[in-house]
């Protein structure tokens, strides 16, 4: 099992940019893919994309592609969210999991969710 | 299309069974997840291809898959399954479903 650690919750203004993180301990976690997943208050959950540590590729869900950058860094386990322009609609918790080869590539670890809240 | 179809709510007196349905043409070919979502919680894998549980999740989750439809089964439902039950299939890309409320009357 890898334990996913997200930063804290966030409190910005329309405009602002923001990079959130998630970091992974154990092994595994620089060898899987790990996943970004928003969820808006009351709302269902949203991929928005993937990213592999190991070379920092990527796959965007087509709804979020050009709203958000994910990159990693696997010297310390650690992949970031980031926008470069925040919006209201961007209010939602969001967190991280990662792809488990044991479990045929399913969510198999999550984080515990990044509350990002963007209000005037 | 790469949609899945869940209802909205299911609700279940404790002791029964619950069954979750989740469709979609993309199950015909890719494999099924299930996660529970309790509130204020993060989500949690329940099933993954289409039958299997991980370890410490109760037999009393099964699931079944025939063509374009999956099935979560919650047999002798309990109060702590009261939850949000979401399917999801990928290959490079993810999906989820729309999350199904399941309610313990």
């Known amino acids: 099992e890898v334990q996913l650690v997200q930063s804290g919750a966030e409190v910005k203004k329309p405009g602002e940019s923001l990079k959130i993180s998630c970091k992974g301990s154990?092994?595994?976690?620089?060898?899987?893919?790990i996943a970004w997943v928003r969820q808006v208050p009351g709302k269902g959950l949203e991929w928005m994309g993937s990213?592999?540590?190991?070379?920092?590729?990527?796959t965007y869900s087509q709804a979020f592609h050009g709203q958000v950058t994910m990159s990693a860094d696997k010297s310390v386990s650690t992949v970031f969210l980031q926008w470069t322009s925040l919006e209201a609609s961007d209010t939602a918790i969001y967190f991280c999991?990662?792809?488990?080869?044991?479990?045929?590539?399913?969510?198999?670890?999550w984080g515990q969710g990044t509350l990002v809240t963007v209000s005037s | 299309s790469s949609e899945l179809t869940q209802p909205p709510s299911v609700s279940v007196s404790p002791g029964q069974t619950a069954t979750i349905t989740c469709s979609g043409d993309?199950?015909?070919?890719?494999?099924a997840y299930w996660y529970q979502q309790r509130p204020g919680q993060a989500p949690v894998l329940v099933l993954y291809?289409?039958?299997e549980r991980p370890p410490g999740i109760p037999e009393r989750f099964s699931g079944f898959s025939s063509g374009t439809i999956v099935r979560l089964i919650i047999s002798e439902v309990q109060a702590e399954d009261e939850a949000d039950y979401y399917c999801?299939?990928?290959?490079?890309?993810?999906?989820f479903g729309g999350g199904t409320k399941l309610t313990v009357l």
């Open positions: 993309t199950l015909a070919k890719q494999t």
């Open positions: 291809k289409d039958i």
């Open positions: 990213i592999y540590p190991v070379d920092s590729d990527t």
């Open positions: 999801q299939s990928a290959d490079r890309h993810t999906v």
């Open positions: 154990g092994s595994s976690f620089s060898t899987s893919w």
């Open positions: 999991a990662r792809r488990g080869a044991a479990v045929a590539y399913g969510l198999q670890d």
